[in-house]
């Protein structure tokens, strides 16, 4: 089975400040990524994800994301943060286990984002 | 297109009780996935249906159901309810199901079991 590691639970930045957001998965299988965000009181929110290809995904907020499938690491990053982009972030894998459209959530990452 | 919806929002239960929630998926999608999230255990998977048929289930116990209707609705049901179920359970919609197709959420309904 699939597993996520969000090893950070909280990252404080200042605002206009770069962010990484780190999410490792294992898996054995071919391996979907995702990135969800989560506004208080509000559902998960997809922000993007890798399927195939590139391995640079990019979100139309200016969010990006790295497969590095010799690391099995797909960080999440902006190069410049908003008072707005205060939120919870998952990473998912899909889950290949039990067939149909399962997803193994990492832990979640608080982003606060301070002025 | 209209999102995923959930109804209720908030529900008040006391132990023992059952409850059912519902789930209306975005027009067009056939697998809904049910999700639980606490503090302590994060986000879960529950059970994905799709086409009437449950096709994955997670490590819940047998209290936890839920049945999928034709016009892809879906419904979950809590039987005996205990203080841990207190929970947000979200919702999401594919259009699908395949591993590649991106689920899109529901707000969710919050769970207080008393």
């Known amino acids: 089975a699939q597993s996520v590691t969000q090893l950070d639970s909280q990252v404080p930045v200042f605002e206009e400040a770069p962010v990484e957001l780190r999410c490792n998965y294992s898996s054995s299988v071919s391996v979907y990524l995702f990135w969800y965000v989560q506004y208080p009181n509000q559902g998960l929110q997809l922000l993007l994800k890798?399927?195939?290809?590139?391995?640079l995904v990019e979100s139309i907020n200016g969010f990006e994301a790295e497969f590095n499938k010799s690391q099995t690491s797909f960080h999440l990053r902006k190069p410049s943060v908003h008072i707005s982009d205060t939120a919870e972030y998952f990473c998912a894998v899909s889950d290949s286990t039990g067939g149909g459209n399962k997803l193994t959530f990492g832990t979640g990452t608080q982003l606060k984002v301070e002025l | 297109k209209a999102g995923v919806t959930q109804t209720p929002r908030y529900l008040i239960k006391t132990r023992g009780q059952q409850v059912t929630l519902s789930c209306s998926p975005i027009?067009?999608?056939?697998?809904v996935s049910w999700y639980q999230q606490t503090p302590g255990q994060g986000l879960q998977f529950l059970f994905e249906y799709f086409s009437e048929t449950q096709r994955n289930k997670g490590n819940f116990p047998g209290r936890f159901s839920g049945r999928q209707f034709s016009n892809s609705r879906s419904e979950m049901n809590v039987s005996t309810l205990e203080l841990g179920d207190s929970a947000l359970y979200l919702c999401?919609?594919?259009?699908?199901?395949?591993?590649?197709?991106?689920?899109?959420f529901g707000p969710g309904t919050r769970l207080t079991v008393l």
């Open positions: 027009s067009g999608h056939r697998s």
């Open positions: 999401a919609s594919s259009l699908g199901g395949a591993r590649t197709d991106t689920q899109y």
């Open positions: 890798y399927l195939s290809g590139s391995t």
